[in-house]
């Protein structure tokens, strides 16, 4: 490891003469110790300076890194700052870091630049014989020689006991001119080493050079190094005066007990040499067994006569306590045959011998005492006093201390025998380890306790229960007394009998209801307000007086050591349990609210009616049973509450506000229909139950024939929506039609509205005639008219394309008359005044997620629009969250979740953050009588194999502009070619094929067209929403791989994975594989790529983006996915441009086909069956 600093910069620290002097302190082996702190940021040395003293020197380091150099030096010396210590000091460290290199050599030489000679292996091996004579300061060899932790010493540690005569009694402090003497001798611990087996001595190390030791350069145990530190960092004594001067003794008594032993405990098993200080070093003895005390009571004319004494069972030798030879060697002689240093000497066994307390031969050691030192009682104090450690089995209490500290006895007047006897005595056979009594003394019977149970009835329906022992016993004159000991309390061995108590506890354990178990901190079943206390209120009270009492008073009859006592005072209560309930929920309708109730609930208990509210509040609690103010009580573990509590808690959880009487909407059918399965519902709700009851049970509504002027054959699937439909617009409920993409939800819709038209010519005087509204998305509002045409002619149709600036006529002149007004969500919301000035019969949604979001303006006005119904189309009633959900039902179904911000609390989180499956059926439930969804899987049997539909799309304005524009111009130019149709065959299939690109896309003409929007390609898109949400797969075909590349913008955008195949896709059974196994939802193909060879029956939507001019090409796109091993109904869409070349087209491919495949395909025979009248009819 390279050096931190140089010599050099130790030079210019100190100074040159400190430098030259330190470097003769180090050279000639002054520095004891040396090391870095653990933070890296000083260096801390011990060296030995003249006349044999030792100092301290602490360097603080420029930074804890590997580059850091001495700031300054500290040391305990008079200089006090930058010495020679501090160099010698820093100039160990050097040599420590770098153990291979030479020492550092004198200041001169360092800064002449001469490189120091390195010392040869033998020159250090005799550089006590090679030193010169007369120096003034000891040779290194002999330093090191000295130093206890010389590496090659093979020196031994060890801790050294003496008796020390005028002891400080405590530390000197600093400042402190004198110091008090202990009065007692006190023993003295301090470390020594020996080596070579030479004699222990305890020049060069002490308590304060023991923290530099190394342990592996002295080559120690680390273990006793270990046990000697700790044993410094326990004692007292130096925490006043810190380190630099600690003292030269630590005493024993100084320490706290439990840590001495301890610390004598590891020092035994770490094997660390105990010694005492006399001529021999004897090792130092500890009793085999531990002390005891005895105590012993007498008679004598005055009372009684307390003696104490501390007995150690060890005796000593006629010599005192000699009984053990020398086993260290004397110097100069050899050692004996056994082990030198045995960790502790244990005296024989033989009968105890007591010792007496007197201050010259006994001390205690710790506070409290947990054990001693004794030595001789004859011979002079100090060195060669023997000494014998014991230890007590636990540490002494005041009491016993005061007693056996005591010269002379401890006299009890006659006149306080009795008390002392009763009161004290018991204590004192305790905490002794033996009691001799005088066979004259007769002791008094020890009082029996027994367990009561003390009862005070309380007021409004409380109990306070303490459990207490109660002795009977005797006062001071004899008289009789009951002494009462609350249970729990700190045990008092001077009365209570703790063994007899136990016993009472164990047999009564378990053999009635509340007895306390011999735990004082156990569970006491109840509030405690202190051990053994119990304070009962409300139901608890009449559970304990008619179930627990009754049984405790058993139990006080068969026993004669437990008993209870029972106050009640004034308190007179008949505590009685009854089964005679009835329960009934009542509904009132809101006069000014046709769909709003006030709920009501009525209990019976037995004569008496019971408030609601204290029943769902002690449900909400968990309370098992309702008390009322007689005694009377109830169980409320009953279906029937159980289930009214959770029914009111989410009615109320959903209300619009907190407070208030509780209500229900004509719209939470789910929670009038499961009252009513609990028998809750009253006869008020008769109404309720004739309308709604049936549809939230889940019966089918009532048989509807399919209305007269519908133009179309419903599945049987669509015509239980028309039901559905029908029955919620007679009760005026509103609802959501959620079936998938293609299953007919607008059939289903016009069906509805052909019927109510039906209905209400039919009626006598009919309300005025008031048309329906439907509100769907820009791009799908022509084919909604167009399908409204188709399948209702004769309903009139009439559809706002523009808003209110833009037609000039005002929107009820442009309606008049109408059955069926179509308009887009942006018309609506951009003139929805006008909208809601006008009476509507009904309100239709369609692809109602427009309305999702229930802070979008296009929200706000379909629910503020008023009218009598309200349906929701939408495949995908729920994309992100709940809330789309409840924005959704709110407009349709305004009462069902009257509030956001209590559907978002009661559903909304617990479902979604929380998966809270029973959350979730509960929505189900309450969702299902206004909301009707049915898959493609679930009507698979009513569906064809295929099923082929042409979605109208209605170009937008500047589309529709452009389109014209284009048509105008190809069609003169064909209309005067026409008459040489033959010669200019290719011109003509150019124009027609502009024409059909204009249709699709005018930037497919002239990029400079490119924020022109598709008409087709938004429809297309909002097709794919519904489609993807619904989990389905499709094919998109197209004749134009430019266009199908508009697509693949849009999908890459909206991080769609798809499959893409045209003529140039040169992996192509990897990109079929994609999309056959799931990979991806979406195909896009061309015409000429997809025409043979593809299987792709994991399609089940087929969307044609563009008529095919050749039919057979087209039914070969469709087959790709509707084909052998096809195991669901294919949905096929041909998107046609209204009003374009694309609506011709497909006007005359059936007649015509042989004529479109031969333009397409530009062959002679195609051109020859080609007439100028075909083209004609194509561009009129």
């Avoid at 080493?193 to 530099?212: K, N, V, Y």
């Avoid at 810190?242 to 094997?271: I, K």
């Avoid at 309390?489 to 047999?507: S, W, Y």
């Avoid at 735990?519 to 119990?534: C, F, K, N, T, W």
Wanted: charged share 25%; proline share 7%; hydrophobic share 40%.
């Amino acid at each position: 490891m390279a050096s931190v600093f140089t010599p050099a910069d130790i030079s210019q620290l100190v100074g040159s003469d400190a430098m030259s002097r330190g470097e003769a302190y180090f050279q000639t082996g002054h520095v004891i110790a040396v090391a870095r702190s653990g933070a890296g940021d000083t260096i801390v040395g011990q060296v030995r300076g003249s006349g044999n003293k030792q100092y301290v020197t602490v360097v603080e380091l420029s930074s804890a890194g590997e580059q850091a150099t001495p700031r300054y030096g500290k040391c305990s010396c008079p200089v006090r700052l930058n010495c020679k210590h501090t160099a010698a000091v820093l100039l160990a460290f050097l040599d420590k870091q770098n153990p291979t290199e030479p020492p550092p050599v004198t200041q001169s030489a360092a800064f002449s630049g001469a490189h120091p000679r390195k010392t040869a292996e033998w020159e250090r091996t005799f550089a006590e014989l090679l030193a010169p004579t007369g120096s003034s300061e000891p040779s290194a060899a002999s330093a090191r020689r000295l130093k206890p932790w010389d590496r090659s010493a093979a020196a031994e540690i060890g801790l050294q006991f003496e008796l020390i005569v005028d002891a400080p009694s405590k530390p000197l402090r600093y400042g402190a001119s004198s110091r008090a003497v202990s009065p007692e001798p006190r023993l003295g611990m301090r470390p020594v080493f020996r080596r070579d087996g030479g004699r222990w001595t305890r020049t060069g190390i002490s308590w304060s050079e023991l923290r530099l030791i190394d342990a592996r350069d002295g080559g120690y145990p680390e273990g006793h190094v270990d046990v000697l530190r700790s044993l410094f960092g326990l004692s007292k004594s130096i925490s006043d005066i810190g380190y630099f001067a600690a003292p030269a003794w630590l005493y024993a008594d100084a320490l706290p007990s439990s840590g001495l032993w301890a610390m004598l405990d590891a020092a035994r098993r770490a094997g660390l040499p105990l010694l005492q200080s006399d001529k021999a070093q004897s090792p130092l003895v500890f009793s085999s067994r531990p002390a005891t005390t005895e105590l012993t009571v007498t008679r004598t004319a005055k009372g009684l006569a307390l003696s104490a004494e501390v007995v150690v069972h060890d005796p000593p030798s006629p010599q005192g306590l000699d009984l053990v030879e020398p086993v260290a060697p004397v110097a100069g002689e050899p050692a004996p045959d056994t082990d030198p240093l045995p960790d502790a000497v244990p005296l024989p066994d033989s009968a105890p011998v007591q010792i007496s307390r007197a201050p010259r031969n006994v001390t205690l050691l710790g506070s409290p005492p947990a054990g001693l030192f004794t030595w001789p009682a004859h011979g002079a104090l100090g060195k060669e006093s023997r000494i014998l450690l014991a230890r007590f089995e636990s540490p002494l209490d005041a009491t016993t201390v005061a007693l056996v500290r005591r010269l002379d006895p401890l006299t009890v007047p006659r006149s306080d025998e009795r008390r002392f006897l009763t009161r004290v005595f018991p204590t004192l056979q305790d905490r002794f380890d033996a009691v001799s009594l005088d066979p004259e003394i007769t002791l008094p019977e020890r009082p029996r306790p027994s367990l009561w149970l003390d009862v005070t009835h309380r007021p409004d329906h409380g109990a306070d229960l303490a459990w207490q022992w109660r002795y009977a016993t005797q006062d001071d004159d004899g008289a009789p007394l009951t002494v009462t000991v609350p249970f729990g309390t700190v045990p008092d061995p001077v009365l209570r009998d703790l063994a007899a108590e136990t016993a009472i506890l164990d047999r009564l354990a378990g053999r009635a209801p509340r007895v306390p178990t011999p735990d004082p901190q156990a569970d006491l079943h109840g509030a405690r307000v202190g051990v053994g206390q119990v304070e009962l209120r409300g139901m608890d009270t009449a559970l304990f007086f008619t179930e627990e009492l009754p049984a405790l008073y058993l139990l006080a009859d068969a026993e004669a050591d437990f008993g209870v006592e029972l106050h009640s005072g004034a308190v007179g209560v008949d505590y009685r349990l009854t089964d005679d309930v009835d329960v009934t929920v009542t509904t009132s309708q809101l006069p000014d609210q046709r769909d709003w109730f006030d709920l009501g609930v009525i209990i019976r208990a037995g004569q008496q009616f019971v408030p609601f509210a204290d029943v769902f509040k002690a449900l909400a609690e968990g309370k098992s049973h309702i008390l009322l103010v007689d005694g009377l009580h109830f169980t409320l573990d009953d279906d029937r509450f159980l289930a009214l509590r959770d029914l009111i808690a989410e009615a109320r959880a959903l209300q619009d506000t907190m407070g208030g009487p509780l209500r229900i909407n004509r719209f939470q059918a789910g929670l009038f229909e499961e009252l009513e399965r609990y028998g809750l519902v009253g006869a008020q709700a008769e109404s309720w139950r004739a309308s709604l009851g049936a549809l939230a049970g889940g019966a089918k509504p009532d048989h509807v024939e399919p209305p007269a002027g519908l133009v179309a054959h419903m599945r049987s699937y669509q015509q239980e929506g028309f039901e559905w439909l029908a029955f919620l617009r007679q009760h005026g409920l509103g609802g959501v039609l959620a079936d998938d993409m293609g299953l007919g939800k607008t059939i289903q819709a016009l069906a509805l509205i052909q019927h109510d038209r039906n209905v209400r010519a039919a009626s006598d005087g009919a309300a005025p005639r008031r048309p329906f509204l439907v509100v769907a998305p820009t791009s799908v509002v022509g084919n909604w008219a167009a399908e409204a045409r188709h399948f209702t002619p004769g309903l009139q149709t009439i559809t706002i394309h523009e808003t209110r600036a833009r037609r000039r006529a005002p929107l009820a002149e442009v309606v008049a008359g109408a059955d069926i007004v179509v308009t887009s969500y942006a018309l609506f919301r951009l003139d929805f005044e006008e909208y809601d000035a006008l009476a509507w019969d009904g309100l239709i949604l369609d692809e109602a997620q427009f309305i999702k979001n229930h802070q979008s303006v296009a929200y706000q006005c379909a629910r503020r629009l008023a009218v009598p119904f309200k349906l929701a189309l939408t495949g995908t009633p729920l994309e992100n969250n709940l809330m789309e959900l409840w924005s959704i039902l709110s407009v349709v179904s305004p009462g069902l979740f009257p509030s956001p911000a209590r559907f978002k609390e009661y559903y909304a989180r617990p479902i979604e953050n929380d998966h809270a499956e029973e959350r979730l059926d509960k929505l189900r439930r309450r969702v299902a009588p206004f909301m009707l969804r049915r898959t493609k899987e679930v009507v698979a049997k009513d569906l064809p194999a295929k099923q082929e539909q042409v979605v109208d799309v209605v170009l937008n304005s500047r589309h529709r502009k452009l389109y014209d524009k284009y048509l105008q111009r190809e069609r003169t130019k064909v209309l005067g070619l026409v008459e040489e149709f033959g010669e200019h065959r290719f011109e003509v299939f150019r124009s027609l094929t502009v024409l059909r690109q204009a249709s699709l896309d005018v930037s497919l003409v002239d990029p400079e067209h490119e924020n022109v929007p598709s008409s087709k390609l938004e429809v297309l898109y909002e097709m794919l929403e519904d489609i993807l949400a619904e989990g389905h797969s499709v094919l998109i075909f197209s004749q134009f791989t430019q266009f199908l590349g508009r697509v693949r913008k849009h999908l890459d955008k909206l991080a769609v994975d798809y499959s893409y195949l045209d003529g140039s896709t040169r992996r192509r059974t990897e990109t079929i594989e994609r999309f056959s196994s799931g990979e991806t939802k979406v195909f896009l193909i061309s015409l000429k790529a997809g025409g043979f060879g593809l299987n792709l029956t994991a399609a089940d939507y087929c969307i044609l983006l563009d008529p095919w001019w050749n039919p057979a090409a087209e039914a070969q796109a469709v087959d790709r996915a509707h084909r052998i091993g096809q195991k669901r109904n294919v949905m096929v869409y041909r998107m046609v441009s209204t009003d374009t070349i694309e609506e011709k087209v497909m006007a005359l491919k059936a007649s015509k086909s042989k004529l479109f495949a031969s333009v397409l395909d530009g062959g002679a025979a195609g051109g020859a069956g080609l007439t100028a009248t075909d083209v004609r009819e194509l561009l009129t």
